[in-house]
T-cell receptor, first 112, second 111 residues
Framework: DSGVTQTPKHLITATGQRVTLRCSPR?????VYWYQQSLDQGLQFLIQ???????AKGNILERFSAQQFPDLHSELNLSSLELGDSALYFC???????????FGPGTRLLVL | GQSLEQPSEVTAVEGAIVQINCTYQ??????LSWYQQHDGGAPTFLSY????GLEETGRFSSFLSRSDSYGYLLLQELQMKDSASYFC????????????FGGGTRLMVKP
């Protein structure tokens, strides 16, 4: 157990819908990262927050957005969902922004 | 952009030693990490190299050569539970700490 928690574990929804994924980092970690893992794209970095501020952005679609709250938990919002958004979404956390990242158990999203 | 190459599959027998290579092309290289992922599970951190040389953690060791843009993960005394996918990932010397992952190497350990 990495200490990173993610909810929900599984999510099934329809195309065009909007969902919110939640992540709580390890105690004391200030950085939160979001990654998407799909069969065809592998593990891809989406976005990083450090102490509430956006720190780095990857190949995150405009339909996706995220934020980190004062209590350091983070939410990833996915809207206008498409079939191709079906994937595993992982959150990771680290103490600062050059330290080891520890991954949560992931949210498996299925868009039908 | 960044690219990482690692073999897609490796097979070995229980008790053996296996080496998983990773070559990378990137600018602003900061460090190379290795993660293990069992089917349906989360990536689990194994090892990290920022400087040239060997890092040893129990049965696992990782090596980095910055001049060759090359690293490897060495797994000794293989056990059945080591059957998993192994990813190398680079982190860059920039404002953030995003990891760029390789495609993963699926290791099958046979009795």
């Amino acid at each position: 157990d990495s200490g990173v928690t993610q909810t929900p574990k599984h999510l099934i929804t329809a195309t065009g819908q909007r969902v919110t994924l939640r992540c709580s980092p390890r105690s004391g970690d200030l950085s939160v990262y979001w990654y998407q893992q799909s069969l065809d794209q592998g593990l891809q970095f989406l976005i990083q927050y450090y102490n509430g501020e956006e720190r780095a952005k990857g190949n995150i679609l405009e339909r996706f957005s995220a934020q980190q709250f004062p209590d350091l938990h983070s939410e990833l919002n996915l809207s206008s969902l498409e079939l191709g958004d079906s994937a595993l979404y992982f959150c990771a956390s680290s103490v600062g922004y050059q330290e080891t990242q520890y991954f949560g158990p992931g949210t498996r999203l299925l868009v039908l | 952009g960044q690219s990482l190459e690692q073999p897609s599959e490796v097979t070995a027998v229980e008790g053996a030693i296996v080496q998983i290579n990773c070559t990378y092309q990137t600018s602003g290289f900061y460090g190379l990490s290795w993660y293990q992922q069992h089917d349906g599970g989360a990536p689990t951190f194994l090892s990290y190299n920022a400087l040239d040389g060997l890092e040893e953690t129990g049965r696992f060791s990782s090596f980095l050569s910055r001049s060759d843009s090359y690293g490897y993960l060495l797994l000794q005394e293989l056990q059945m539970k080591d059957s998993a996918s192994y990813f190398c990932a680079v982190s860059l010397n920039n404002a953030g700490n995003m990891l760029t992952f390789g495609g993963g190497t699926r290791l099958m350990v046979k009795p």
